[in-house]
């Protein structure tokens, strides 16, 4: 990626800088970020408003991380374009239809955009909701013997990054993948070689799944969503590859292998 001395500290306002891909982002941007969460010295809440405009002034560009309800984002953006801001590039999901409301809310805001859909992540496996049951010694999914291209973060951060900081990226957008769509059961088999603590991969029913995800606390909206996109997987929907990487940083997506030298697995 180019230098990013020319941008003004604090001039990028990181949405859920917490989060796997907002603090990759930030650690990316260095001075240029102004990470922003409900815990972060700039303080941000989806659920209050009066936080918006202090955590805008002064930035040009923001990375969004969105809320559940995209009339939330609606707001949001037309507070950010209010007070200055010329570019918003957002993280939506692969398979997002043409009239996300999400992505409306980006695109209809009168600032430059850029949408950024990735695939499953790699690091829901040692950071996110697949972790505990790898770490317990079985993962049960309903995503069959399908295949799937899992993204490393970091890939969709420097993707970020490049769509926040260079011109040429807005009115885009990007279909992100890794490079090679694997099973449960092969980034299982690969985890098990690093690690040596064996884990097995269980094949469930779709409502099974939905209900143990309602047990663990999952709203029924979100447990529904997670359990068709795992379904999308079973049936072949998302075995295909992307080419988003590569257009935007000229190279090839890390792989798993690659994830796993750099996770907590290691």
Request: glycine share 8%; aromatic share 8%.
């Amino acid at each position: 990626m180019s230098t990013l001395s020319g941008i003004n500290a604090s001039s990028i306002l990181v949405l859920g800088a917490t989060g796997k891909t907002g603090r990759r982002v930030t650690d990316l941007l260095g001075s240029a970020a102004r990470p922003a969460s409900r815990s972060a010295s700039t303080r941000f809440d989806w659920s209050a408003p009066d936080t918006w405009e202090a955590a805008v002034e002064g930035t040009t560009a923001v990375y969004v991380v969105p809320p559940e309800n995209p009339l939330l984002l609606a707001d949001f953006a037309r507070v950010a374009v209010k007070a200055g801001v010329t570019r918003l590039v957002l993280l939506s999901m692969r398979g997002a239809p043409g009239d996300d409301p999400f992505e409306s809310a980006v695109k209809e805001s009168g600032a430059e955009w850029t949408i950024l859909r990735p695939t499953w992540f790699m690091q829901n496996f040692d950071e996110d909701m697949f972790a505990a049951p790898v770490q317990h010694g079985e993962l049960a999914v309903p995503a069959g013997q399908g295949v799937h291209p899992f993204i490393d973060v970091a890939d969709i951060a420097e993707v970020a990054v490049v769509a926040l900081t260079q011109p040429g990226h807005h009115g885009q957008t990007y279909d992100l993948s890794g490079p090679e769509a694997l099973s449960f059961a092969e980034m299982l088999a690969r985890i098990v070689a690093v690690t040596g603590n064996p884990v097995l991969y269980a094949d469930i029913a779709p409502e099974e799944f939905a209900a143990a995800m309602r047990g663990l606390g999952y709203p029924e909206e979100i447990a529904d969503l997670v359990t068709m996109l795992l379904v999308r997987i079973r049936t072949g929907e998302e075995a295909h590859l992307s080419d988003g990487v590569q257009r935007v940083l000229g190279r090839e997506p890390r792989t798993f292998d690659d994830y796993l030298g750099s996770s907590k697995f290691a």
